[in-house]
Structure formats: structure tokens, C-alpha cells
């Protein structure tokens, strides 16, 4: 029998919130290490903005699979082979940005589930299994298990559909892009609008409805951020590295220059 813990999977089951922070910046593997000492329970490792590489990526997400932190990996729009990479390369999630349809959400269902749940690509020696051979189909299953499949709702079209694509089978997480939505609905950074909560109270009851997990990204206050998961919110994106480092190092300057 092959297992694969997925730690951001296991906070959702048991109910709880499930945290992780953005990796734009940092390159280095020891960041997920850090990151799980911090108390998260995933990183979403992104390959929409910023400058990591597939190379970097690997390396992080086995750091991250020996530190007991999930690495989720972003692809941009409609990359699926670079999703599958990332798979191939140690990821226990997919983050798809802009889903617009249920049709889009079928198809990143079928290109990320091995047989007979997809049709991805079989290959041996996973990260994800210690690189140990096993049984292929004990492996296919254990990964279509333990993985995430999120797909990110970021304009008002996606919204309206919100109810269709949750009732896709095998989307985990249904997660707002908050600053994309906002952009997009003609009130770019009011990630706190009316319409904005709006939306997330449409795709609360979607995820309700089909019993899917709901995501949150783009809300930095810690007000908002409370509200939304009073909302339904479980799956919080909840900074992003830079933003932390730059808090961090502020708070300490200026506490230092207050000594004089």
C-alpha cells in the first residue's frame, strides 16, 4: 500500500483552516523548512509571477515533502504540461489561475488525474513516494488521493459560473483571486467592496452545495481575511514572501530607530 500525507489536504478533512504563503522571491529550498517551523501548512509556489524556475521548484517542493509542508504549485493559464512537471517534480497540488468555465475545470481534472480518474502521464520514481518503486497503480491512486486540484475564480464571468464548476468532480478547492476580481469587476485593490463580498457569498453556497473546499488569495487585512472565513473561506493564501520579509524587516528598523 502506498501513502502520500499531504498536510494542507489534511487540515481541510479534519475541518480546520489550511494556511500557506506565497513563494515568488525565494529560491532556495531551506524556505520551505522555514515556512513549516512558521506554522504553515503550505506553499504555493508560483510560476505565474515571478522568477522560479521548474528547476527551483523541484528542489523546493522535496525540501517541502521531507519538511511536512505541501508544496502547491501555480502554472499560468492553461499550461497543463508545466502543471504535470511540477507533479512529476515533488508538487501535491495544482493551483490553475483564471477558471472560467466548467469546461475549463473538466479538462484540468482530466490533464492532472492519473487513469482512470485522467489522463496524465505515467512516470516511476515520484518524489512524492521517497523516489521508491512501487506498484504503479498504488502510486496513480495514492497521488490522485493525496493531491489538490484548485482552480482560481478571478473575473465576474467565473463567478457566474461558479456554481458549474464546483459540481465538477475532482475540483478540491474553489478559490476567489481577490485583487484579479477586483480588477476585473472595475474596482481594482477594494478587494472589501460589497460586490466583492457578494461574490464570495455566491461561491460559499457553491461549495457548499457540492461539497468543495473554498479558497481565499489577494486579501491582505486581517479584518477581511476574518470575515471571508466566516463566509465560508478554509483554504487561506495568507502573504507572500516578500510582503512578510519587508513587514519583518520594517517592524524591526523601526523599533530600533524608536530607541533614540
Not at 519538511?67 to 501535491?92: C, F, S, W, Y
Request: a negative charge.
Amino acid at each position: 500500500m502506498v501513502t502520500i500525507v499531504n498536510q494542507a489536504r489534511a487540515r481541510l478533512e479534519a475541518g480546520e483552516i489550511s494556511v500557506g504563503l506565497g513563494i515568488r522571491l525565494a529560491r532556495t529550498s531551506d524556505i520551505a523548512t522555514m515556512m513549516r517551523t512558521a506554522g504553515m501548512d503550505w506553499l504555493f509556489i508560483d510560476l505565474e509571477h515571478g522568477p522560479l524556475t521548474l528547476d527551483q521548484t523541484a528542489q523546493i517542493s522535496v525540501a517541502a515533502l521531507s519538511a511536512g509542508i505541501a508544496p502547491l504549485v501555480r502554472v499560468p493559464k492553461g499550461e497543463m504540461a508545466m502543471a504535470t512537471r511540477a507533479l512529476d517534480g515533488g508538487a501535491l497540488g495544482i493551483i490553475m489561475p483564471s477558471c472560467e468555465s466548467a469546461e475549463e475545470a473538466r479538462e484540468i481534472v482530466d490533464r492532472l488525474h492519473y487513469p482512470p480518474e485522467g489522463h496524465r502521464s505515467v512516470v516511476g520514481g515520484l518524489p512524492q513516494v521517497g523516489f521508491r518503486s512501487a506498484p504503479m497503480g498504488d502510486v496513480a491512486k495514492a497521488m490522485n488521493d493525496a493531491m489538490l486540484v484548485i482552480v482560481m475564480l478571478e473575473t465576474p464571468h467565473a463567478i457566474e459560473n461558479a456554481d458549474e464548476i464546483a459540481a465538477v468532480e475532482g475540483i478540491d478547492v474553489v478559490m476567489i483571486g481577490t485583487n484579479d476580481l477586483s480588477a476585473a469587476s472595475g474596482i481594482p485593490g477594494e478587494v472589501g467592496h460589497d460586490r466583492i463580498v457578494a461574490n464570495y457569498e455566491t461561491v460559499a453556497t457553491a461549495c457548499k452545495k457540492y461539497g468543495k473546499w473554498m479558497g481565499m488569495g489577494g486579501v491582505p487585512s486581517p479584518e477581511l481575511q476574518e470575515k471571508y472565513i466566516s463566509i465560508g473561506v478554509r483554504f487561506v493564501l495568507a502573504g507572500q514572501d516578500m510582503s512578510v520579509l519587508i513587514a519583518g524587516a520594517s517592524s524591526i528598523a523601526n523599533r530600533v530607530r524608536g530607541y533614540s
